[in-house]
Structure formats: structure tokens, C-alpha cells
């Protein structure tokens, strides 16, 4: 059974600091998507990351595959109150032909003015 | 183009009720997704379509739940009956070449089982 771990689950900083949201598994994925989702709203996705050791960046944010294909992480380079919101990443693995994605608890950003 | 519809928005019934709710995938994707998601928490797979044929619906609580795609397009998911516990938000999600560039959801439907 494949699970990811999210962590932290919750986060408060003020704004402009730095912080790092971490996603790991024990399982290999084909990809690591990663999602932000607002209160309301269904997940919009950001990035997806298929090589290991793979980056990308979208703006301040920084996202990484773990060389292993197990892992990732986000960082936020100088949050600011726009980026509050629920975090979620996401493996995507096979079973046959069929592309399965599970989601990992989420981290919860509060950035405060 | 047109994102992910579902509908209603909200919903509050009593439990032992019945409800249902309807999605809209975005035109072209073959593969539907039905996800349950408790606040605060990750969503979690109900049922995934390939088309209008299910291929996963391992995690679907079949004595109360139910869902149906017909002609590989619209789905809706019911419930019957509620129990309190099925309280939280179902989200649609729908999918290119089996999620390799993503899930795009629809806006969610919030239940309310009281």
C-alpha cells in the first residue's frame, strides 16, 4: 500500500520568511505532483515532477524529487499572505496500465502579515 | 476551456437521508475521479472511471455508496443512507494519459450530514 507523509502539517510564519514542506514515502512514484488548494475550492495543481533529483522552480517556489523517486520537497522563498492556503502533495503510480494518484495529509500555510 | 463542473455547492440533509451529486468533466478526458475529503485532511480515492468502466472502486463503501458514468461522460455520485460521518467535502476530479500532467478538480460539493 503506498502512503506519503506530509510534514509539517500545520505552519504559521510571518511574511517574508522562509519555510520547507517535506513529502516521503518508502514507495517509488512515477511522479510527485504537488497541489495548493484554497478554502472552498477544489486543489489546483502546481508542478509536476517526473526525474529523480529533478527541479523546478515557479517563482519563490521550490520544488525537488528526491533522487530515488521517493521523496520531495516544497520551499517558499520569502512567503507572503497569498500563499496561505493547504498544500498537498501526490504520487502517481501504476497498477497495470492504470495511473492511480494518493495525496498525502497536507500542510496547512498561514502567512501572517 | 471549461474546468471540472459539479454540483450542488453544498448540501445539508439529515442522516439515514439519501443524496446525490453530479459531475462534469472537462470535454475529452477519459478518466473521472470521485475523492472524499475530511477538513483539513488529504482527499482520498471513492472511485476512479476509465471511460464509463470503473477500475478502481476498492475504497467505496458499496452499502451506502454508489456512483455510475454513463456514456463515459457525466457521473454522479449518491449516498443512502447518510451517516454523520460521511460529512465532508466530495470532489471531481477528471484526467489526461492516466493523470501524467495532473488532475484538474471541480470546486468540490461541501455535505453536511446532521
Known amino acids: 500500500t503506498q502512503l506519503l507523509e506530509q510534514s509539517p502539517q500545520f505552519l504559521s510564519i510571518q511574511e517574508g520568511e522562509n519555510l520547507t514542506v517535506y513529502c516521503n514515502s518508502s514507495s517509488v512514484f512515477s511522479s510527485l505532483q504537488w497541489y495548493r488548494q484554497e478554502p472552498g475550492e477544489g486543489p489546483v495543481l502546481l508542478v509536476t515532477?517526473?526525474?529523480?533529483?529533478e527541479v523546478k522552480k515557479l517563482k519563490r517556489l521550490t520544488f525537488q524529487f528526491g533522487d530515488a523517486r521517493k521523496d520531495s520537497s516544497l520551499h517558499i522563498t520569502a512567503a507572503q499572505t497569498g500563499d496561505t492556503g493547504l498544500y498537498l502533495c501526490a504520487g502517481l503510480f501504476f497498477s497495470g496500465n492504470t495511473g492511480k494518484l494518493i495525496f498525502g495529509q497536507g500542510t496547512t500555510l498561514q502567512v501572517k502579515p | 476551456e471549461a474546468g471540472v463542473a459539479q454540483s450542488p455547492r453544498y448540501k445539508i440533509i439529515e442522516k439515514r437521508q439519501s443524496v446525490a451529486f453530479w459531475c462534469n468533466p472537462i470535454?475529452?478526458?477519459?478518466?473521472l475521479y470521485w475523492y472524499q475529503q475530511i477538513l483539513g485532511q488529504g482527499p482520498k480515492l471513492l472511485i476512479q472511471?476509465?471511460?464509463?468502466?470503473?477500475?478502481?472502486d476498492s475504497q467505496l463503501p458499496k452499502d451506502r455508496f454508489s456512483a455510475e458514468r454513463l456514456k463515459g461522460v457525466d457521473s454522479t455520485l449518491k449516498i443512502q443512507p447518510a451517516k454523520l460521518e460521511d460529512s465532508a467535502v466530495y470532489l471531481c476530479?477528471?484526467?489526461?494519459?492516466?493523470?501524467?500532467?495532473?488532475?484538474?478538480f471541480g470546486s468540490g460539493t461541501r455535505l453536511t450530514v446532521v
Open positions: 476530479a477528471s484526467s489526461l494519459n492516466e493523470g501524467r500532467y495532473g488532475y484538474t
Open positions: 515532477v517526473v526525474t529523480g533529483g
Open positions: 470535454s475529452g478526458h477519459a478518466t
Open positions: 472511471f476509465q471511460n464509463n468502466g470503473v477500475v478502481d
